[in-house]
């Protein structure tokens, strides 16, 4: 089995994508229950996006599991460009077209387009498809991306159709091609 974890709540004050925005403590909090209920898991290793909020996530986690973990740019949120790491509200003007854009080719400026962090999930599938009893901290464009994948959804914007909050947990069967929100 494979785990996917969405870090906890950040700073959402600002445009997440591949900016170095940590947890907040109510973020810091969701984590600790989360991990508190998979520590019982049989996890051999934790796999994590190398930004942030998912380090300081994947460091919680790994307080109660104790297993090796390795930290990858292939985990990342769709990289925002210009925009990463920049107050909202500016990226909402200075960014508009993109940050309202329903074109899921349209890359931000310096960065990726929708389409573009699908086809990044799509080759790290084959680079996983043999792993097992593993947890993967990551973002939820990519946990949503592996939905898209895995059920065979047209690649849209809806950034909330399968659920993916913050701290939530999914199962990834890649052998069956299935994946599950647990919680």
């Known amino acids: 089995m494979i785990y996917l974890l969405r870090h906890g709540l950040d700073d959402e004050n600002f445009v997440g994508g ?4 940590d947890l907040t403590n109510e973020g810091i909090d969701q984590v600790n ?10 996890i051999k290793k934790i796999y994590s996006s190398d930004v942030k909020r998912a380090i300081t996530t994947s460091n919680i ?4 599991l104790n297993v090796p973990i390795e930290y990858t740019s292939l985990l990342r949120e769709q990289n925002k460009g210009d925009a990463n790491g920049m107050d909202r ?7 508009k077209e993109f940050m309202e854009s329903i074109d899921v080719d349209k890359k931000y400026p310096n960065g990726e387009s929708l389409r573009d962090l699908y086809n990044r ?6 680079i996983i498809k043999d792993y097992d009893n593993v947890l ?13 994948i895995l059920n065979d959804v ?11 909050t913050h701290a939530s947990l999914h199962c990834l069967n890649l052998k069956e091609g299935t994946i599950k929100k647990i919680f």
């Open 121 to 126: 999930i799509n080759k790290l599938i084959d």
């Open 18 to 21: 591949w900016s170095n925005v």
């Open 33 to 42: 229950k989360v991990a508190a209920l998979i520590k019982d898991l049989e």
């Open 61 to 64: 986690i790994n307080s109660y």
């Open 136 to 148: 993967l901290i990551t973002h939820r464009g990519v946990i949503n991306m592996f939905y898209y």
């Open 154 to 164: 047209s690649l849209d914007m809806d950034k909330k159709r399968f659920g993916v």
């Open 89 to 95: 509200e500016i990226a909402n003007v200075r960014y």
